[in-house]
């Protein structure tokens, strides 16, 4: 029965909780029964739940950049079937950034629908990086993978063969990708199942009453958050390198605070025939979680905390680039993003703040085949360092910002490759100097043990993550096979067995002057101009 009466405030609090715990079981779910290295050990991927029209109401503490892979999905669900065709049982799945379906092809959605009184409530919806799709080029999306739009994979409990034959045909790793898709199933199926209960328990007007009033609340507690910050307009350059390119590309950001709302205009390069470009909702995901991250980082995360915030970029720009522009690496720049915000945001609040970070994902891709003629893949995301505090030393390192993810066990590695970790290790001296020092950056070696192709990409190489309040800048990445320092163009080689290949990512930059810092090291907010 509807009714209008106000909400207690504790069933609010009870059920916006338990929406809470139920992502994080989704989530725990996922990773539990996936099969793959990368979402087991590494624990890249995310869940959430959505609303009835699809705008978020609940993510687990995952990965930022994943919010990016949800914002559309819904909607364009909705776009393709009509509701009254939907039913309870019902499965869709999808990857591609120009259809709705995610910010990169590796990452791939699926969403299930959750009825209520014969009716749609919510969304169960989780994304995975599948490790698959290695050896491919960056000059436009077709060659990246294959692409899926945002469709019905399964329809009441009965899964499409045909969809999946055609599907599994695309990838190196069929098995594998058969496995963790079914352990994205069995996470929203929980979701399902959850969420049911709470809306037999609690009555389902009440729990979607209860939806709307925690979007209200987020965006309340985002308004009283920008509120507090000074108005003004704060500007930040940063520079953007990669081995792609001999020159680095300028992203800069002018960011306004007016009263409880904040305004971004960025500016950036044309898009490139590289996987470096963002899709618009990777920026969109970025600039939530930079803004949250210095506004209130314990604001609820939903719809509601975007409703406070105004992001503008060229399109057909690196930031908000237009099909057919290749987006593999796209998180490489996010990074890059949260730098200039928080610099900009630096000039108002520094306290807030940390130095810059590793804002380099470090990725080294490696594909072979196996004596049986089987194909693997192993992608390793290796964390760097974190800025330092007003008050603490940074992090050592640790996945920063976007990716949010473990760094992979060397016992993982070698027991499903033909790779042996002969060093792995944090790397002293590369934080940058300061009152408070910059996070360690970590140097992680490799011996090839078969022939195996090697994708190696990260940024930071001429530029450095700056410090904060005069600390330093912490040092940048590197990599070397057998000693030589960068021997492949753009990245992409070869390796033989016994080969080594050594990647070192960088510190976090220090914060506050100290006394005689080292010259090599004196970096702090010099790019920044604010009025």
């Known amino acids: 029965m509807k009714t209008d009466a106000p909400l207690n405030p504790i069933t609010v609090e009870v059920i916006g909780s338990l929406f809470a715990a139920v992502t994080e079981e989704m989530g725990e779910a996922l990773i539990r029964a996936s099969v793959s290295p990368n979402i087991k050990e590494r624990r890249d991927c995310s869940t959430a739940l959505l609303d009835a029209d699809g705008a978020l109401l609940a993510q687990a503490e995952h990965i930022p950049m994943h919010l990016g892979s949800f914002l559309d999905f ?57 490790a698959d799709f290695a050896d491919r080029g960056h000059h436009n999306i077709y060659e990246e993978g294959p692409r899926i739009p945002p469709v019905r994979m399964q329809r009441a409990d009965s899964v499409n063969r045909e969809f999946m034959d055609f599907f599994l045909l695309n990838c190196q790793v069929p098995d594998e990708r058969t496995s963790d898709l079914a ?79 904040v305004l971004l205009d960025f500016q950036a390069p044309p898009q490139v025939r590289a996987g470096i470009n963002m899709i618009r909702t990777a920026l969109l995901a970025t600039v939530l979680y930079a803004v949250k991250s210095v506004v209130d980082p314990n604001v609820p995360p939903n719809a509601g905390i975007a409703r406070a915030i105004t992001v503008n970029a060229p399109l057909g720009s690196i930031l908000n680039c237009t099909h057919p522009a290749p987006v593999f690496n796209r998180t490489s720049l996010c990074q890059r993003v949260v730098d200039v915000i928080h610099g900009a945001f630096a000039q108002a609040v520094p306290e807030k703040l940390t130095g810059a970070c590793s804002s380099s994902i470090v990725i080294a891709q490696f594909n072979g085949v196996k004596p049986t003629g089987e194909s693997w893949v192993f992608m390793d995301a290796i964390g760097g360092g974190f800025g330092a505090r007003a008050e603490r030393d940074g992090i050592d390192g640790v996945q920063i910002h976007m990716t949010n993810s473990s760094n992979l066990p060397c016992e993982s590695l070698e027991r499903e490759y033909p790779l042996t970790l002969v060093n792995y290790a944090l790397v002293d001296g590369s934080g940058g100097v300061g009152r408070q020092t910059g996070g360690r950056g970590i ?45 492949f163009a753009g990245g992409v080689g070869a390796l033989e067995p016994g080969d080594i290949i050594e990647i070192v990512t960088p510190g976090g930059g220090g914060y506050g002057a100290v006394t005689a810092a080292p010259e090599s090291a004196s970096a702090g907010l010099s790019k920044v101009t604010s009025s």
Request: aromatic share 8%; with cysteine.
């Open 74 to 130: 819904v909607p364009e669900v909705l776009k393709r079937y009509s509701l009254i065709d939907i039913e309870p049982g019902d499965v869709f799945i999808g990857n591609d950034p120009y259809a709705g379906g995610g910010t990169h092809l590796p990452d791939i959605v699926m969403v299930m629908p959750i009825f209520a009184e014969s009716r749609v409530v919510a969304w169960a919806i989780n994304t995975a990086h599948h």
């Open 183 to 261: 352990a994205q199933m069995a996470s929203c199926q929980l979701g399902v199942r959850r969420v049911s209960a709470l809306c037999e328990k609690y009555g389902t007007d009440t729990v979607l009453r209860v939806v709307h009033a925690l979007q209200d609340y987020s965006e309340l507690r985002m308004r009283k958050g920008i509120s507090a910050i000074p108005d003004g307009v704060y500007s930040f350059t940063d520079s953007f390198d990669t081995l792609t390119f001999a020159q680095a590309l300028e992203i800069s950001v002018r960011l306004e605070v007016r009263g409880d709302e």
């Open 443 to 487: 140097l992680r070696a490799y011996r090839a043990e078969a022939p195996c192709q090697i994708e190696v990409d990260g940024s930071r190489i001429g530029t450095r993550p700056w410090g904060l309040a005069g600390g330093g800048a912490g040092t940048g990445f590197r990599y070397s096979v057998n000693g030589v320092d960068f021997p």
